[in-house]
């Protein structure tokens, strides 16, 4: 509704979670107004909520507690907390799920049980807990937990926390982004986007592993190191298992290797695999965990640009072998991806910047507003600094980039899990750019093969007739102020044909040359769809000498 304000948080819990006193405490952080549903409703009583327990029944208070949150959903912008029961009254779940639907975040403060009592216990005045207080919490906490997990879309675990650390983690919470990947084949999980969302790798787990094979390679050793300390301090008898860096760690020797460690440690079906660094070990931890007793749950922690916007994403799990890239693989979709904008200031600036190869396709395929940051950024992607970058405002620019990013990938993979169809749209500029990483022996990073083939697949584009030069012009005009590739001469054509058929199935090869038509680029002056002419049969049955020098040039 115009003019509608939303709060930033709505905070649930069981009494004695601490949510007065730790919503209190981040909004001071977050300099933003509290507001306590309890207070509230005292306020609207004129009395107590004991007196007004006591006087009108239970039912009567859940009426005005539920007109009283229902208002300050859609007219408060702060921090707001609810009671312990609010959220099990139907009337506030509707509320809430709409608030979300708008973009609200819901938290669930998830307190150590007896310390909850405690104070529950000490701060008196809560008519639920009449009789014996802890009989009686547990008998509530045993329905309403269930209910909780399920209206809240952020939980936030403060046992043995003091208020102030737990609001710390509280703030990073609400500022992270959201992405909900879901579908009629898929298990729904979340893609959570922020600074220090890896705190969160024990929630997205859950309680059921015993066991974790955290999978990373050397060089994320600084992140690895905080997982580690993570899974440990909530209980998990952790694995550490390093592999190569690069593609050099997506083989069946790797594989077999980490199988092999799996079964000498008893890894059974209950427990669990973290994937932990750049696309290469998200796609091998995937693939292992699809393979081991046929699927154990996974969670992928991305640490570069491209793995957080691509690999980590969408449950394409892989290996390469000696005839092409992820031949070998299985669709397996994680429980959850943990991007921590936090790995992102140890980049350094060509490992991010290729990343930016995967972010701008997808705004070629689907969302202009990708291409017009990109445009807008362009000279502060291209000079990003790590060890600048958690302060500076190029860290909302590039969290906004993944968000986007991902919710492109994310309408994909809902509709088509196993690239049965729309999915192929998410191969633009990959029939080439695999090949180009073949053919280089895998020493051309990923994101900037693809740039090279998306630039290939316009000017593939333009011969059928889709689109004119300006687009053609614009991909690589894009692509190239942002520091990536736009062409590649190392490889015969007859080698490049060879590879283009062997890495992409037929039936991408032969849309790529239709992603073009169906993106969503801004439609300005210089940028002009053409529909396909009557001779695009003759353009696609045969080419002539010029066309296949024109598509050798492209390259």
């Known amino acids: 509704m115009a003019g509608m304000r939303r709060p930033v948080a709505v905070i649930i819990g069981m009494m004695g979670a601490g949510k007065t006193r730790v919503g209190k405490e981040a909004a001071q952080m977050m300099q933003l107004p509290f507001a306590d549903a309890d207070n509230e409703i005292e306020h609207d009583a004129g009395m107590k909520i004991p007196e007004y327990f006591e006087r009108y029944g239970e039912p009567e208070f859940r009426k005005l507690e539920s007109d009283v949150v229902l208002d300050m959903l859609e007219d408060f912008d702060g921090i707001f907390s609810l009671g312990g029961g609010a ?21 669930y403060l998830m307190a150590d049980p007896k310390e909850a009592m405690e104070r529950a216990n000490r701060g008196g005045g809560r008519p639920m807990l ?49 992405v909900h990947v879901t579908g009629s084949t898929i298990e729904p999980y979340d893609v959570c986007i922020g600074e220090g969302v890896m705190s969160q790798l024990a929630q997205v787990l859950g309680d059921k592993p015993a066991k974790v094979a955290l999978i990373h390679t050397q060089a994320v050793q600084r992140h690895s190191d905080r997982a580690r300390t993570l899974l440990r301090q909530s209980g998990y008898d952790v694995h550490d298992i390093v592999i ?29 695999i973290v994937g932990l660094g750049g ?117 909302d620019v590039v969290a906004e980039l993944i968000e986007r990013t991902v919710t492109v990938k994310a309408y994909h993979v809902s509709a088509d ?22 053919l ?54 007859d080698d490049v044909l060879r590879s283009c058929t062997e890495t992409r199935r037929p039936a991408a090869t032969n849309c790529v040359s239709s992603y073009s038509a169906r993106s969503a680029i801004p439609s300005t002056s210089r940028i002009r769809r053409r529909t396909p002419s009557r001779r695009r049969s003759d353009a696609s049955s045969g080419r002539t000498q010029s066309q296949e020098r024109t598509q050798k040039e492209a390259i």
């Not at 139907?90 to 809430?96: A, E, F, M, T, V």
């Not at 209206?151 to 675990?157: D, E, L, S, T």
């Not at 081991?292 to 390469?320: E, F």
């Open 244 to 272: 190569p860096d690069a593609e050099a760690g997506k083989t069946i020797e790797v594989a077999n290797g980490i199988w092999q460690r799996l079964g000498e440690e008893g890894f059974t079906r209950s427990d669990a």
């Open 440 to 493: 280089e022996h895998f020493r051309w990073r990923h994101g900037n093969a693809v740039a090279v083939g998306c630039v290939y697949a316009a000017e593939l584009s333009h011969l059928l007739g889709y689109i004119d030069q300006d687009l053609v012009d614009y991909h690589r005009s894009l692509l190239g102020s942002l520091g990536l590739p736009t062409s590649w001469n190392n490889g015969s054509w």
């Open 87 to 107: 959220p099990m009254t139907p009337s506030i779940q509707q509320g809430l799920a709409e608030y979300i639907a708008d973009g609200g975040k819901v938290v």
């Open 417 to 438: 899990l196993k690239e049965a169809g729309l999915r192929e749209f998410l191969n633009y500029g990959h029939t080439l750019g695999h090949a180009i990483e073949k």
């Open 279 to 395: 696309g290469a070990a998200t796609d091998l931890a995937g693939f292992v965990a699809a393979t081991w007793m046929r699927g154990i749950r996974y969670v992928n922690c991305p640490t570069s640009l491209l793995a957080m916007v691509d690999a980590s994403t969408g449950g394409k799990t892989g290996i390469n072998t000696p005839q092409g890239k992820n031949l070998v693989g299985s669709f397996y979709t994680p429980a959850g991806v943990l991007a921590d904008m936090g790995a992102l200031a140890s980049l350094p600036n060509d490992i991010f910047i290729e990343g930016l190869g995967e972010v701008a396709k997808s705004g070629f395929i689907m969302d202009p507003e990708i291409l017009r940051m990109l445009e807008d950024h362009a000279d502060e992607l291209r000079s990003f600094d790590g060890s600048t970058f958690l302060d500076s405002d190029l860290k």
């Open 130 to 178: 009449n009789g014996d207080a802890n009989e009686r919490w547990k008998k509530l906490y045993k329905e309403r937990d269930p209910v909780f997990r399920r209206v809240a879309n952020v939980q936030v675990r403060t046992h043995g926390q003091t208020p102030q650390v737990a609001a710390r983690k509280l703030m990073e919470m609400i500022d992270q982004r959201i």
